[in-house]
């Protein structure tokens, strides 16, 4: 490992300590501002809570143009059933497999905290010249771009800003999709059990792959709500399944990798319950054997239940639900007209979580074209209502539309072409950027966004490929000082 990636990997390594789930940025945004006071650096944070570190440039190209460098605070939370990790108090543990850098059963957090180690390395390294900076650090990106949506008008004076939040290094994103979060919400009533003494089994599917539901959607891999749903309306088909509680996903923008429910039942059943479960077992992994290889649905009970007391769903209510999730939208919904072989438009069912007397339901949509989001949202949200389901729509933002003549997209070409004498690839992504709602708050920035390669990001098999932090460093570091001797 070269010497500037040991200190590019050492500052994540310190990021990777402090806990940032996405609304616990806090102490991350603490650690920034105490390590600008140390430099003497200026900080500003927003009522978002959005943090801007100023770092005045180099000696000699203080008249340079001023360059955003951006990336966000949060991550995704996501571990492994058996892990017993609390993301509101314990490190990330990382651990490095020749060339890649994991976690120990989590999510890494690569996205975005190796960006946030890459601006603090570019600030602190006196090696290289570099134009002012504004390092901009975000809060609430995984739950829907929630900070720089709420980013105020006022906070950056850069007309520059290279987004460090991509994840395949040698391609340079230069438009993302749009998206919008749908809450489906369906009233039930908890009954007690009166004049009858079922017993209750537990459904469970896990071991799924999961992943990014922008930049994954488009692998097809299993949706572990989905799968659960089958079982039940399987199940349904031969006893009249009556729900205790239903749960699974865990966020917006990661495609689900468990979902439980419980069920009442008899013990009559059990050996054709273990018949039908086993049986959907077999089909889902007979359905994806080119895609998962692991997916596991095991049925436990029969079993007594008295904490919490004996209520279910009754019957009818638990069919409104099972028939609400078979039906609800997930996958790839259309394919892009304008670009080869790229997802246009896509829902991810996300989250199914029961609370007393309220099953709640979210999908997340994604598109490049926003009349197709506005569609697929409409197509969504009549279904809930078909249900006698309410609804609302969450996290709405634009899609960040390419611009051919960007300045800054050019410079990146150039500089990328000269240093590795090859072309960069230019493309879209099908996920949502901040540069896209930090463009609609300042129209007159032009943007980029680039980082080292990360696999498996939103999922426990995240992992961060070495040897590429050390070619965007190369990079980054040469585009800079191009800005940075751009009026000199």
């Known amino acids: 490992m ?23 940025e806090t102490k991350i945004r603490q650690w920034l501002e105490k390590r600008a006071a140390e430099k003497q650096w200026k900080t500003k944070t927003d009522a978002a809570g959005n943090l801007i570190v100023i770092v005045p440039s180099t000696s000699g190209y203080e008249n340079s143009p001023v360059v955003v460098l951006q990336s966000h605070m949060d991550m995704v939370c996501e571990k492994k059933t058996h892990s017993n990790h609390d993301f509101t108090r314990d490190p990330i543990r990382l651990c490095i497999r020749g060339d890649w850098i994991h976690a120990e059963s ?70 993302c999709a749009g998206g919008r979060d749908t809450r489906i919400s369906i009233s039930v009533t908890p009954l ?23 930049v994954d959607i488009h692998r097809q891999r299993a949706n572990a709500i989905k799968i659960l749903v089958r079982c039940l309306m399987a199940l349904d088909k031969t006893y009249p ?83 609400l999730l078979l039906a609800l939208p997930h996958g790839v919904v ?30 997340s949509q994604r598109s490049s074209v926003m009349s ?22 969450e ?9 051919p003549n960007s300045p800054i ?15 960069a690839v230019v493309d879209v992504i099908h996920a949502g950027l901040e540069c896209a709602v930090i463009g609609a708050t300042y129209p007159q920035m032009d943007m980029i966004s680039f980082g080292p390669t990360i696999e498996g990001a939103h999922s426990p098999d995240e992992k961060l490929f070495v040897p590429s932090v050390d070619r965007i460093w190369t990079f980054f570091t040469a585009l800079l000082e191009s800005l940075a001797k751009e009026n000199v």
């Not at 459904?203 to 990014?212: A, D, K, Q, S, T």
């Not at 049925?299 to 209520?311: F, L, Q, V, W, Y």
């Not at 050019?410 to 072309?423: A, S």
């Open 2 to 24: 070269e010497k500037n990636c040991e200190k590019i990997v050492a500052f994540f390594s310190r990021v990777s300590e402090i806990p940032r789930c996405s609304k616990n």
């Open 106 to 175: 989590t999510t890494l957090g690569a996205d975005n905290g190796i960006g946030i180690a890459l601006a603090m390395m570019a600030a602190s390294d006196d090696t290289f010249c570099h134009p002012p900076l504004e390092l901009l650090f975000t809060v609430e990106e995984e739950t829907g771009l929630i900070g720089a949506s709420k980013m105020s008008s006022d906070l950056i004076n850069g007309n520059i800003l290279l987004n460090l939040d991509s994840e395949q290094e040698g391609i340079f994103i230069a438009g």
């Open 192 to 214: 007690k059990i009166t004049g009858e003494n079922p017993e209750f089994f537990t459904i469970e599917v896990n071991n799924l792959l999961g992943g990014h539901s922008g």
């Open 241 to 323: 399944v009556r729900l205790v509680t239903i749960h699974g996903g865990s966020a917006h923008n990661a495609i689900p990798r468990f979902a439980k429910a419980e069920i009442a039942g008899t013990p009559d059943k059990v050996d054709e319950f273990q018949k039908i479960v086993k049986t959907i077992e077999k089909t889902v992994r007979r359905e994806f054997k080119a895609v998962e290889s692991s997916i596991n649905i095991t049925i436990k009970g029969p079993r007594k239940r008295t904490e919490g007391g004996h209520t279910f769903i009754s019957h009818p209510e638990t069919q409104k639900i099972i028939q």
């Open 334 to 363: 259309a394919m892009s007209q304008t670009i080869e072989n790229k997802v246009e438009t896509s829902c991810n069912l996300a989250v199914v979580n029961h609370k007393k007397d309220i099953v709640e339901i979210v999908a």
């Open 372 to 393: 197709r989001l506005e569609d697929i949202t409409d197509t969504i949200k009549a279904t809930a209502c078909l249900a006698g389901a309410t609804v609302a729509d």
């Open 395 to 403: 996290n709405s933002y634009p899609a960040w539309e390419p611009q």
């Open 409 to 423: 997209l050019d410079r990146c070409k150039t500089v990328y072409r000269q240093l590795f004498k090859t072309e």
